[in-house]
T-cell receptor, first 115, second 113 residues
């Protein structure tokens, strides 16, 4: 299965600033996904990022707050903009790396604390 | 809409079996998954089951699927302290939006000595 390198692994940020999270996949993938995991909660999908098109956002998430780039088939970034303490979460990227049951691999996550 | 439901917490003694249950939402989901999340880590795919199967066994892990009741379970035999983690079930609902995983609420498994 593929390996996803995600960075930074954690950060503490001031409110009002922005943080960009990067994910690098060791193989070419069509679909990448960004999730948020609030403290003690499950994973919620933020958006789906396909190369060559704009990301598709889920209900409750907007591009101005969470802009996403997908410049090629192995890389994506998520920016958390104008942060507030409510944005403190773990952010995870995922890629669909093949068909069938082994389709989804996850990065190790970015633990974000906004102060 | 409906949530993928799991019980929040399970405590077992080392060496016993653990059974983690999940009720999912879409009877037409093709694949159902079990992921493990250790503290401070991302998600690790443990196993999956295709919807035309009732059971799948993989070493210490046994997955049971009841499509009629939309019920999925994960049994861990001979549970070890290293199995302590949060376990998530996940499905790909047939909502017309391609390929996005919907996760359960997560079950925290605590293994005691």
């Amino acid at each position: 299965s593929a390996v996803i390198s995600q960075k930074p692994s954690r950060d503490i940020c001031q409110r009002g600033t922005s943080l960009t999270i990067q994910c690098q996949v060791d193989s070419q993938v069509t679909m990448m996904f960004w999730y948020r995991q609030q403290p003690g909660q499950s994973l919620t999908l933020i958006a789906t990022a396909n190369q060559g098109s704009e990301a598709t956002y889920e209900s409750g998430f907007v591009i101005d707050k969470f802009p996403i780039s997908r410049p090629n088939l192995t890389f994506s970034t998520l920016t958390v903009s104008n942060m507030s303490p409510e944005d403190s979460s773990i952010y995870l990227c995922s890629a669909r790396v093949g068909g069938g049951g082994y389709g989804y691999t996850f990065g190790s996550g970015t633990r974000l604390t906004v102060v | 809409g409906e949530d993928v439901e799991q019980s929040l917490f399970l405590s077992v003694r080392e060496g016993d079996s653990s059974v983690i249950n999940c009720t999912y939402t879409d009877s037409s989901s093709t694949y159902l998954y079990w992921y493990k999340q250790e503290p401070g880590a991302g998600l690790q795919l443990l196993t999956y089951i295709f919807s035309n199967m009732d059971m799948k066994q993989d070493q210490r892990l046994t997955v049971l699927l009841n499509k009629k009741d939309k019920h999925l379970s994960l049994r861990i035999a001979d549970t070890q302290t290293g199995d302590s983690a949060i376990y998530f079930c996940a499905e790909i609902p047939n909502t017309g939006t391609a390929s996005k995983l919907t996760f359960g609420t997560g079950t925290r498994l605590q293994v005691t000595l």
